[in-house]
């Protein structure tokens, strides 16, 4: 496949976009408006893209995956965000999840993990964050002391996506307290049944209410070293290529979110008629529109790049990555607004899905980074 392919969908990218365009308008949306209402993780959400093998469509077919490209797979995260980002969320965070692992993990450690995932049988989480340790991920405070051959795990993650709901969680932790900062820390593979591993409550948040979000409460839990990912004092290293690659995929959900939110505004505004006319006869309304669909063709394109970038691995991905993922939700957050906007009082209410989705954008200008970081990422990149 030529760079230009990678950039330009092809026949096979648009036709993965048609099947996951009918699961999702099919099984997914549904019972969007329900799972932001009750919060609660979309059950069906999860079965239907298990069916269609778009749950974590990124793991290689030596691992039992379809071997989906990154453009591929930000195209099903993109479609899902259409109707529902709560699921979108499911074969994004797998792929966020598992990408430690595919990036540094042992050929042992990929085959134990990563092809029960592809079968659908479990859901992987990733524990960077802590209470004071979000944008400095560097001071964190979460230990992993030597024991043998294994690893006594202490400590907290905190803002965990699918919490709960995943059987493994990739966790960063300090194994030489006293090393250089940023060298010193480790990535190991926790299980949700081991002893002294244990969730705080459920978060309650402003949006993404069907995806839970909890800490990660460790109590002594002892780690088999041969669940190590990488080398020792490798983690962070490992921890910021991962967000390199999976900043792309909030992209791709910011972009399916506003493409939610344009499509049903424009649906309004030609049935709504005020004065004797549709309201989208009105050139206030027109050039709305115009600037809201302007602007998300510009992020999905930027996206679209820099998925080739991911696919590659490209020297400039750090850049694109953070570019994409800062544009795309910035440009979400204000479409979803603007969509609110076009459908008056009734965008207000939730019998109408706009301020679901108005809601649900704003986190993606926080996670994996927040957009201040991104644009740190972006200048240092420019100052190399």
Same mark, same amino acid.
């Given at each position: ?74 195209? /099903? ?93 990739? /966790? ?17 593979? /926790? ?194």
């Amino acid at each position: 496949m030529s760079d230009f392919d990678l950039y330009r969908p092809t026949e096979e990218h648009e036709a993965i976009r048609e099947a996951v365009r009918e699961i999702a308008e099919d099984k997914i949306a549904p019972h969007a408006a329900e799972t932001d209402e009750t919060a609660t993780f979309p059950r069906a959400s999860y079965d239907a893209l298990r069916a269609g093998d778009f749950h974590a469509p990124h793991i290689p077919e030596s691992y039992g995956g379809v071997g989906a490209d990154a453009l591929a797979t930000c195209i /099903v995260i993109e479609e899902v965000a259409r109707v529902c980002a709560s699921s979108s969320l499911i074969p994004a965070v797998n792929k966020l999840g598992t990408m430690p692992l595919i990036l540094a993990g042992s050929e042992e450690v990929k085959q134990r993990y990563l092809a029960p995932v592809a079968r659908g049988e479990a859901m992987f989480s990733y524990g960077l964050s802590e209470r004071e340790a979000g944008s400095d991920t560097a001071s964190m405070k979460t230990r992993a002391v030597a024991d043998g051959d294994d690893w006594i795990l202490s400590g907290q993650k905190s803002w965990i996506t699918n919490a709960g709901e995943s059987a493994y969680y990739t /966790v960063m932790a300090v194994t030489d307290p006293d090393g250089p900062r940023g060298r010193n820390v480790s990535a190991f593979v /926790v299980h949700a049944d081991d002893p002294g591993f244990s969730l705080g409550e459920p978060e309650r948040k402003l949006g993404i209410k069907g995806s839970p979000t909890r800490e990660l409460l460790f109590d002594n839990v002892r780690i088999p070293g041969d669940r190590l990912v990488g080398a020792v004092g490798e983690g962070l290293r490992i921890a910021l290529r991962t967000l390199d690659h999976t900043r792309v995929t909030i992209g791709a959900q910011a972009v399916g979110i506003a493409q939610g939110a344009l499509d049903y505004a424009v649906g309004y505004v030609k049935e709504r008629k005020q004065f004797g006319t549709a309201i989208a006869d009105f050139q206030g309304i027109q050039f709305m529109l115009a600037d809201m669909a302007m602007k998300l063709e510009a992020a999905r394109q930027m996206v679209y790049t820099a998925a080739a970038k991911s696919e590659r691995g490209d020297d400039d991905l750090s850049f694109f990555g953070a570019a994409a993922k800062c544009f795309a939700s910035d440009v979400a957050m204000e479409i979803t607004t603007e969509a609110v906007q076009l459908l008056g009082g009734y965008g207000y209410t939730r019998d109408y899905p706009v301020e679901r989705m108005m809601r649900d954008a704003k986190i993606t200008q926080i996670y994996e980074g927040t957009n201040q970081i991104q644009r740190v990422v972006m200048a240092r990149q420019l100052l190399k």
